[in-house]
C-alpha cells in the first residue's frame, strides 16, 4: 500500500502564491502518473494537473499558464506550484497516484486533502 500526504495549503490574497506538495510512502515497485485534484464547495472533485514518471505533464485549462507540477523520484514528492490564484481556486486540493505493487498489481490511491482558500 502506498500513502499520500499533503501539505502547504493555506490561505492566500488572490494574486498570491502557494506551493503544494505530496509526499509518498510504503510498499510499491514503481509509481507512474502523479495527478493533483481539487474539491469546492457543493462541486465535484476535479483534475488540476498530472505528471508521468518521466516528466510529461498536462493541465487543465483553468490553471494553465498559472500552475506547475513537478516531481522528486529520488525525494519521493510531488509538487505544484500555483501563482496568481484566483479566488475561485478556493478547494481542497488531493494528490492521486498510479503504482504497482512488487506482485505488478496495479494500485491508486488518494491523499486526504489540503485545503487552499484564496480571499478576494
Known amino acids: 500500500q502506498v500513502q499520500l500526504v499533503e501539505s502547504g495549503g493555506g490561505l492566500v490574497q488572490a494574486g498570491g502564491s502557494l506551493k503544494l506538495s505530496c509526499a509518498y510512502s510504503g510498499i510499491m515497485f514503481y509509481i507512474n502518473d502523479m495527478r493533483w485534484y481539487r474539491q469546492a464547495p457543493g462541486k465535484q472533485r476535479e483534475f488540476v494537473a498530472t505528471?508521468?514518471?518521466?516528466?510529461?505533464?498536462n493541465y487543465a485549462d483553468s490553471v494553465k499558464g498559472r500552475f506547475t507540477i513537478s516531481r522528486d523520484n529520488t525525494k519521493k514528492t510531488m509538487d505544484l506550484q500555483m501563482n496568481g490564484l484566483k479566488p475561485e481556486d478556493t478547494a481542497v486540493y488531493y494528490c492521486n497516484a498510479d503504482y504497482l505493487l512488487p506482485s505488478g498489481s496495479s494500485r491508486n490511491a488518494w491523499g486526504q486533502g489540503t485545503q487552499v482558500t484564496v480571499s478576494s
Open positions: 505528471i508521468a514518471s518521466r516528466g510529461v505533464t
